[in-house]
């Protein structure tokens, strides 16, 4: 069974940045897409970045395009998110999803971020 754990959550001033990093344990060869999907209390989980693990492509949610960078390192089977100018609204736990073909997804268990003065 594939198992994804997410780190790098914390506490942070607004504007600040943290880096969070998603590790899978059986590599990245057998996703065709990794995300990053966050969930604030008593809201939905919501999507905020996708990559393609093959050709690298990305999308992002409009809340954080261009503050927030989706990265892949296939050999070190680990995806990141690279947070900068952080609000307050970004407090969330956010979570690492791995799709394969056919839609075969695979969920960590999340990792919280909170950014308050």
């Known amino acids: 069974q594939e198992q994804l754990v997410e780190s790098g959550g914390g506490l942070v001033q607004p504007g600040g940045s943290l880096r969070l990093s998603c590790a899978a344990s059986g590599g990245l060869f057998s996703f065709w897409t990794m995300g990053w999907y966050r969930q604030a209390p008593g809201n939905p989980r919501e999507w905020v970045a996708t990559?393609?693990?093959?050709?690298?492509?990305?999308n992002y949610a409009d809340s954080v395009k261009g503050r927030f960078t989706i990265s892949i390192n296939n050999a070190k089977s680990a995806v990141y998110l690279q947070m900068n100018s952080l609000e307050p609204e970004d407090s969330a736990v956010y979570y690492c999803?791995?799709?394969?073909?056919?839609?075969?997804?695979?969920w960590g268990k999340g990792t919280l971020v909170t950014v308050s003065s």
């Open positions: 990559i393609t693990v093959g050709g690298g492509s990305t």
């Open positions: 999803k791995a799709v394969r073909p056919y839609g075969v997804e695979f």
